[in-house]
């Protein structure tokens, strides 16, 4: 059966070979993916399988690549925001506000305190988004619907706060260089509001429904662990390596976007296992609904953009009226913006860990290298090392805790 | 108390002389150049070095500069942190426009090895002793490496498109 599905010459052709000589048993393999349910995306591994123990995988990725970064290099500054949104697409507003911001730090712009204030918000928002779907889908995998189902509503509540805040859903596409493009409306703020209020109820039954539950416990204590100096090796960032025991945290060790005026711990496992995993998420959707509190107690009045006529866009009112307005609207929307000659590295914590923005600039109207550093990738090329010697329902289980997305893996 | 760059700068061009040059704080990261043959070694000091403590490789990703000098067309981009002192810098290894070729730091970071996959898929630069060295996000059946600044982003040979406006014609490939 398996040497139909390898050539002679691979590995694990061989590897089955010996072991039939020596006695006699057979190992087998299972071609699990690209595209299975259980594995949330397009990912192939092919598992040598001894019974239902996993001996060895070997994982294929790529297979929705898009060259993110070859058109980023071909595309004026703020063509770039729509590819960001499609890396992470479960926080999208992340990875915008990620790409803005090195945008800031390379033009040296400082933004008002409202948008940084707002743009905490709506990443707070979007991690919780985020959390929401990774922690019900690793119910999912481990037998219960039942969970998904009901907080995928909120998380639904959380795309309608972005439509009224940008008018998109999933992509979103958010903001601009030093703000907003609009406002946000009165409605957005009660949409918000009416979230905060009918959410934690929600997930604090979420969380009875599974955190001790004796089946979910069974099927993810001890279930593909990794040590913390492991996950250090292999550039584990965001709750997986916090799951594992280090407290690391962009949002504390390099403070964007006034993260430093908030109040809010940084929850830690201890074994790196999946049910770490699924606490330090849970445990950070809490602080994160602080995170937002604090900024709506707090929140400034004041513009929602900075004031840098030459990247952002003037209303659209003046553009008909006035010179200046058109002139600068036809060159920020021709991409002829004043870039100079830099290089910036800018790290947000995404939802899944350090989500790094690498850009060059040659004062051209593209950026000369855009390189993003994704930690899907990163951290997905442990998978294989944490599930040997596991069963094959627990890689479904550990796969889904570390919230493997396919599109920011991929880029 | 924090880790000076001074410090970091005085600690590499004393181990390593003219090896490590061009110390230049660019917004918030010290950045540097080190000679290809040093990389490997520069690296496991700045891990290993219990007053530099990089214990973090964040990221590896590489660069095309193809009007540089034949002997700096290529460049492999190192982040490295220091988590206890919270410190990153950033260095860059260029490399030969032929031949690329720099050793792996797969040795000292598990993280090295699908980023140089990755910068091997993309730039075709070789790393030395890596131990799959083969492309991941492309499939293994192509032959030339996409993020190479003279490989066009459209296929030219495409005839659905045109706009005449853009400066595309039906027959791109007489367009350049």
């Known amino acids: 059966m398996s040497d139909l599905l390898l050539p002679p010459e691979h590995r694990y052709a061989k590897m089955i070979e010996q072991r039939q000589n020596e006695d006699g048993s057979e190992l087998s393999i299972l071609n699990l993916g690209p595209t299975h349910p259980a594995t949330h995306g397009i990912f192939q591994n092919i598992l040598l399988m001894d019974g239902e123990r996993i001996l060895d995988g070997e994982g294929t990725v790529g297979y929705i690549h898009r060259a993110f970064e070859k058109i980023a290099e071909n595309r004026p500054f703020y063509q770039i925001t729509p590819l960001t949104d499609r890396m992470n697409y479960c926080s999208a507003p992340i990875n915008n506000m990620g790409w803005w911001m090195t945008l800031e730090k390379a033009l040296d712009i400082e933004v008002p305190k409202r948008v940084q204030y707002l743009r905490v918000i709506v990443m707070e928002l979007a991690r919780i988004a985020d959390h929401i779907i990774c922690n019900s889908v690793l119910g999912v995998d481990t037998g219960a619907l039942t969970g998904f189902l009901y907080v995928f509503q909120y998380r639904e509540k959380i795309y309608e706060i972005y439509e009224e805040i940008c008018g998109a859903r999933l992509t979103t596409n958010m903001g601009r260089i030093g703000g907003f493009e609009r406002d946000w409306s009165p409605a957005a703020f009660k949409k918000i509001d009416d979230f905060l209020n009918e959410f934690p109820d929600i997930w604090k039954e979420f969380e009875n429904l599974l955190a001790r539950n004796r089946i979910f416990m069974d099927r993810t204590i001890d279930v593909g662990p990794i040590s913390a100096e492991k996950a250090m090796s292999y550039g584990f960032t965001g709750p997986n390596l916090r799951a594992a025991g280090i407290d690391y945290d962009v949002r504390v060790m390099q403070p964007y976007s006034s993260y430093e005026d908030f109040e809010f711990n940084v929850p830690v496992g201890k074994s790196g296992d999946t049910y770490d995993r699924f606490c330090v998420r849970n445990a950070e959707v809490w602080e994160s609904l602080s995170i937002i509190k604090q900024a709506l107690a707090k929140l400034p009045e004041g513009p929602f953009h900075a004031n840098v006529p030459d990247y952002y866009l003037p209303p659209k009112e003046e553009v008909y009226h006035n010179m200046e307005a058109l002139i600068y609207h036809f060159k920020i929307v021709m991409g002829e913006i004043p870039v100079p000659k830099t290089e910036v590295y800018h790290p947000v914590e995404g939802g899944n860990g350090e989500l790094g923005f690498y850009l060059i600039t040659d004062g051209s109207r593209t950026p000369y290298r855009l390189h993003f550093r994704r930690p899907c990738f990163i951290y997905y090329q442990a998978f294989n090392d944490m599930v040997r010697g596991q069963m094959l329902s627990d890689a479904i289980a550990t796969l889904s805790s570390l919230n493997v997305i396919a599109g920011e893996l991929d880029a | ?176």
């Open chain 2, 1 to 176: 108390m924090a880790l000076e760059t001074s410090v970091i700068e005085d600690k590499l061009t004393g181990k390593f002389g003219d090896k490590v040059t061009g110390f230049i704080q660019i917004k918030d990261i010290l950045s540097f150049e080190v000679h290809a043959d040093a990389m490997n070694d520069v690296m496991r000091f700045l891990k290993e070095d219990e007053l530099l403590r990089f214990n973090f490789l964040t990221d590896v990703c590489g660069v095309h500069y193809p009007d540089n000098e034949v002997n700096r067309q290529f460049a492999t981009v190192y982040h490295m942190h220091n988590w206890m002192d919270n410190v990153r810098i950033r260095f860059k290894s260029f490399l030969n426009g032929e031949k690329p070729e720099i050793d792996t730091a797969t040795n000292l970071f598990l993280s090295a090895n699908w980023q140089e996959r990755e910068t091997y898929d993309f730039y075709g630069i070789i790393f030395k002793g890596h131990p799959q060295l083969k492309r991941i996000l492309n499939m293994d059946e192509m032959v030339s490496f996409p993020m190479r600044k003279e490989f066009p982003l459209e296929d030219g040979g495409r005839t659905d498109k045109d706009d005449r406006f853009f400066g595309r014609k039906p027959d791109n490939v007489n367009n350049n």
